[in-house]
């Protein structure tokens, strides 16, 4: 059985010479959202939710290395694909418990004042970003319902 340690190698292997938009290795991300989750499927899920949208890694490979289920369920949860959209994407990881802490603790690091950027040119963009952002963590934590917040996500798209 795959554990924390074949995680922390996977990410820090793949996401090796990978820099944010300020930067900074983009590991470190995935280490401070792991290290804001609770349990050890939890931050599995955590250290590793961007791997597979992110990289060549598939759940596959993940399988056959030897994660859970229960890891893989919600590691597949918190993966956003393309055919998805951003909204369909959170309200489906609602309802699975350490698919949502996952995805709260994400969104509160990509939300942190020493991580969001206002890049010039691109104000619009970033500040819907994080509008969007903070409307998924209201949502994921019970704050507004889902009408409500598919209401406002349509309401920024289309701004």
Same mark, same amino acid.
Not at 45 to 68: C, I, K, N, P, Y
Not at 78 to 103: F, G, L, N, P
């Given at each position: 059985? /795959?554990?924390?340690? @074949? /995680?922390?190698?996977?990410?820090?292997?793949?996401?090796?010479?990978?820099?944010?938009?300020?930067? %900074? &290795?983009?590991? %470190?991300?995935?280490?401070?959202?792991?290290?804001?989750?609770?349990?050890?499927?939890? =931050?599995?899920?955590?250290?590793?939710?961007?791997?597979? @949208?992110?990289?060549?890694? #598939?759940?596959?490979? +993940?399988?056959?290395?030897?994660? !859970?289920?229960?890891? +893989?369920?919600?590691?597949?949860?918190?993966?956003?694909?393309?055919?998805? !959209?951003?909204?369909?994407?959170?309200?489906?990881?609602?309802?699975? *418990? $350490?698919?949502? @802490?996952? =995805?709260?603790?994400?969104?509160?690091?990509?939300?942190?004042? !020493?991580?969001? %950027?206002?890049?010039?040119?691109? @104000?619009?963009?970033? #500040?819907?970003? $994080?509008? =969007?952002?903070?409307? !998924?963590?209201?949502?994921?934590?019970?704050? $507004?319902?889902? &009408? #409500?917040?598919?209401?406002?996500?349509?309401? $920024? *798209?289309?701004?």
């Amino acid at each position: 059985m /795959a554990d924390l340690d @074949e /995680a922390l190698v996977l990410v820090a292997t793949h996401f090796r010479g990978v820099r944010d938009k300020a930067g %900074l &290795p983009y590991v %470190l991300h995935c280490l401070r959202v792991m290290m804001s989750v609770d349990s050890l499927d939890a =931050k599995m899920v955590a250290v590793m939710h961007d791997l597979v @949208e992110d990289t060549a890694v #598939t759940m596959d490979d +993940l399988r056959q290395r030897g994660f !859970s289920e229960t890891v +893989l369920t919600a590691l597949e949860l918190v993966t956003h694909r393309d055919a998805d !959209s951003y909204q369909d994407y959170v309200v489906r990881i609602k309802d699975d *418990a $350490i698919a949502c @802490e996952v =995805k709260l603790a994400d969104l509160c690091d990509n939300t942190s004042p !020493s991580r969001m %950027l206002l890049r010039e040119g691109r @104000e619009d963009r970033d #500040t819907a970003r $994080i509008q =969007k952002y903070l409307l !998924s963590y209201n949502f994921l934590s019970d704050q $507004i319902d889902q &009408p #409500t917040y598919r209401r406002r996500m349509t309401a $920024i *798209a289309n701004a």
